[in-house]
């Protein structure tokens, strides 16, 4: 894989967890009876104008004036764990990279070989390291921008 496109991969992962939270609100959130709490936190997400420091400052006092602390602490904590474990995810690929690359040249590079004899060099890559990792950090970006 071509450094570039790796990094067109891997760049919406980090830009998902960047920037303002999106998307539908959290279920503690939509479930709310005070359509007030709710019309509040849309205002503070859908802020344009201040950064990712205030709009989480100005939710712990949303949460707090609205009595929803403690679920928006949990909320909180379950985005910092996706958060982590798709970074660690991340980090895994990204180590397994060169070492696919390296070996998938010598296959191609390899000219004494038939061209079975490559294919099936390349399916025992592959299950060595399988793109399920890849697939994971996909569907980690996805659940993250569901819940940022």
């Keep these: 894989m071509h450094q570039t496109a790796l990094i067109f991969l891997i760049a919406p992962l980090f830009l998902a967890v960047a920037g303002i939270p999106r998307g539908a609100p959290p279920d503690f959130v939509a479930q709310l009876n005070n359509s007030a709490a709710r019309a509040a936190y849309k205002k503070i997400v859908s802020e344009k104008t201040i950064t990712v420091a205030e709009i989480d400052e100005q939710l712990d006092v949303w949460a707090r004036k609205f009595g929803v602390e403690d679920q928006y602490k949990k909320y909180k904590a379950g985005v910092e764990l996706s958060h982590s474990q798709m970074s660690a995810n991340v980090t895994s ?56």
């Design 93 to 148: 690929v990204l180590e397994m990279v060169p070492k696919v690359n390296e070996m998938l040249n010598a296959v191609f590079l390899d000219k004494s070989k038939t061209p079975a004899e490559r294919r099936a060099a390349v399916r025992t890559i592959k299950k060595q390291y399988p793109l399920a990792s890849l697939r994971k950090l996909d569907f980690m970006q996805k659940k993250l921008a569901r819940i940022i």
